[in-house]
């Protein structure tokens, strides 16, 4: 059984103790991240240990949302060159805004003065729920 650093031990969440779990896991996990990304688990260590094990946008590790507890290797559409390790939900964001800057720098200046704001008094979202509806109030 060809073992993988304590890193990725704990990064995927294998048992040394039970070494055929270990390795059919360790090797479904090469297989898929070669497949996937042509990366090598030495380079796959070194992003995450560059990372500190946190997603590259918001710093936070990955989580146990649905199945997936693990970070996606973000790459660039066009070079087709890894950029980083994202979590599910900023690699989703990344997706949702075509990769392109221009809507990211869009987005965060939406959030900092948004449209609304320009109008005095600034209307509010009121709605209570009846049965399943959502109406104003």
């Given at each position: 059984?060809?073992?993988?650093?304590?890193?990725?031990?704990?990064?995927?969440?294998?048992?040394?103790?039970?070494?055929?779990?270990?390795?059919?896991?360790?090797?479904?996990?090469?297989?898929?991240?070669?497949?996937?990304?042509?990366?090598?688990?030495?380079?796959?260590?070194?992003?995450?240990?560059?990372?500190?094990?946190?997603?590259?946008?918001?710093?936070?590790?990955?989580?146990?949302?649905?199945?997936?507890?693990?970070?996606?290797?973000?790459?660039?559409?066009t070079t087709k060159l890894i950029r980083g390790l994202l979590c599910t939900k900023?690699?989703?964001?990344?997706?949702?805004?075509?990769?392109?800057?221009?809507?990211?720098?869009?987005?965060?200046?939406?959030?900092?003065?948004?449209?609304?704001?320009?109008?005095?008094?600034?209307?509010?979202?009121?709605?209570?729920?009846?049965?399943?509806?959502?109406?104003?109030?």
């Amino acid at each position: 059984m060809k073992r993988v650093s304590e890193t990725l031990e704990r990064y995927i969440g294998l048992n040394p103790d039970n070494p055929s779990e270990y390795a059919k896991r360790a090797g479904n996990w090469r297989r898929v991240q070669k497949h996937r990304s042509g990366m090598s688990p030495t380079v796959f260590e070194d992003l995450l240990n560059v990372q500190n094990g946190l997603c590259a946008i918001c710093k936070e590790p990955p989580t146990k949302e649905g199945k997936s507890r693990l970070f996606h290797v973000d790459h660039d559409t066009t070079t087709k060159l890894i950029r980083g390790l994202l979590c599910t939900k900023c690699n989703t964001a990344l997706g949702l805004f075509r990769e392109k800057t221009e809507y990211l720098q869009a987005a965060s200046m939406y959030l900092l003065k948004s449209p609304a704001a320009q109008l005095q008094p600034r209307p509010r979202m009121v709605r209570e729920q009846r049965g399943s509806k959502l109406f104003p109030t």
